[in-house]
């Protein structure tokens, strides 16, 4: 009986309150989840006795706080390129020609500094792949003998052996589908497919991978096996018949020369460099980076959108136990704190403590020259939204009711509990222990 009240609990609380979507807010690193231990542990110290009812109301609401404040810090911070802050310098980075280069901005430069950044590009040779190129032999005829073969391709200083059956009556075609099933299924860092001409067809093998590290000469090679399968398919298919050899690709940064084994490579740590065709002599392209006004809008937009959807539900909780009230008044505080007087911006204070967009007046605060001064409150909003967020989470059992049954001490040290992580830690099982 205990195991199948086991199950039967852990089987409702994980389609009920395991979390649905997983966010940025819900990866961390080992520096965060030491500053969440000491954050529980500090509560712990200093926290009187409470008396906790014994109701799956009560439990099952503090889950309820702690994922929806889970589910705002994730909001807040999917829209931002940092951390644990939000970020409203929204920048995209741009080329003269998207159709030779193209480029992306993945650095964090202050709005003052973005026209200086940017650098010219001169591309006089793309990365390519290896590829090896088969016979072009009769579809219909029937080549190799039937026995049992296999040959060796070395990739990246690894050998892989791939071995097959050739039957009675098997065409050139039938083998030559039968190799390239065979090497794409593999994942070794090949991919092969049939080229065909009229009535004869070959067998093409491309590495995945473009360039030459240094000191390679070649990104694979195709040879005979030396076991004791038949030989012979190597040569009769044109497996190891190099028909293009791998290359860098060959550019220029403001006339300095450089090589990249890919066309996609990182400039600076800034810019996210995608080659896509080769220059004309003495025209080099321009890469640069400018504001991102529609990034920036949609970034407000969705900041204001999520603020008002966690008002709205702890306005909406109707349960008696349920500090619904202190939960919405400091949500609503920290708008109140940093968002009176940005009517100007287009971003005003409801009566009932959402928050509502003038689009006209919001356009215009982006697109002006002083925009990041202006949106600074709103920057400081999602901060302190953030750090909210993360106190609510440590600690969601300080909006549900629970009468304090002694008071700490103030005379005495105070010892935090190694048994005591949080009062709502072991609330979905305390029932069936």
Do not use: W
């Not at 542990?41 to 008396?51: D, E, G």
């Not at 970020?87 to 973005?114: E, Q, R």
């Not at 190129?133 to 391709?153: C, I, M, Q, S």
């Amino acid at each position: 009986m205990a195991g199948i009240s086991f199950n039967g609990a852990y089987n409702h609380f994980i389609q009920d309150y395991v979390s649905k979507d997983v966010t940025q807010a819900d990866a961390h690193r080992k520096d965060e989840l030491r500053d969440v231990y000491k954050s529980i542990a500090k509560i712990n110290k200093k926290s009187p006795l409470y008396l906790l009812t014994n109701d799956d109301s009560s439990r099952n609401e503090a889950i309820n706080i702690k994922e929806k404040a889970r589910r705002l810090q994730g909001s807040i911070k999917t829209l931002s390129d940092q951390q644990d802050k939000s970020n409203l310098n929204h920048s995209s980075a741009f080329t003269s020609d998207d159709d030779l280069v193209t480029a992306s901005y993945i650095g964090n430069t202050p709005d003052k500094d973005i026209g200086n950044i940017g650098f010219d590009i001169e591309v006089t040779q793309l990365a390519k792949s290896q590829v090896n190129r088969g016979r072009l032999l009769p579809k219909d005829v029937t080549g190799l003998p039937a026995d049992n073969y296999a040959f060796e391709a070395r990739i990246d200083g690894q050998e892989y052996e791939f071995q097959f059956s050739i039957y009675n009556n098997d065409r050139n075609i039938d083998v030559q589908q039968k190799l390239e099933q065979l090497i794409n299924k593999a994942g070794v860092g090949l991919k092969a497919s049939i080229i065909e001409d009229g009535g004869r067809a070959a067998l093409e093998i491309a590495s995945t991978h473009t360039g030459l590290k240094a000191g390679e000469s070649s990104q694979f090679e195709i040879y005979e096996s030396s076991g004791s399968m038949a030989s012979g398919a190597v040569e009769y298919l044109g497996l190891g018949m190099v028909a293009e050899p791998a290359s860098n690709a060959h550019f220029s940064l403001n006339g300095e020369d450089r090589t990249a084994v890919s066309n996609r490579f990182t400039v600076g740590g800034k810019f996210d460099i995608n080659l896509k065709g080769i220059t004309s002599p003495g025209n080099p392209i321009q890469v640069g980076v400018k504001r991102d006004n529609e990034a920036l809008l949609s970034h407000v937009t969705s900041l204001v959108d999520n603020y008002n959807r966690f008002v709205e539900e702890a306005s909406g909780a109707t349960d008696a136990k349920f500090k619904s009230t202190k939960l919405r008044t400091e949500i609503v505080g920290i708008a109140q704190q940093y968002l009176t007087g940005t009517q100007d911006i287009g971003i005003s204070l409801e009566a009932n403590g959402t928050l509502s967009i003038d689009e006209e007046l919001l356009h215009q605060a982006v697109s002006g020259a002083d925009s990041m001064a202006s949106l600074e409150p709103l920057n400081k909003f999602a901060d302190a939204l953030i750090e909210k967020t993360k106190d609510i989470s440590v600690d969601p059992m300080k909006y549900v009711d629970r009468p304090v049954v002694n008071y700490r001490n103030p005379d005495s040290r105070d010892y935090s509990s190694p048994y005591v992580t949080s009062e709502y830690s072991g609330m979905m099982f305390n029932n069936y222990c």
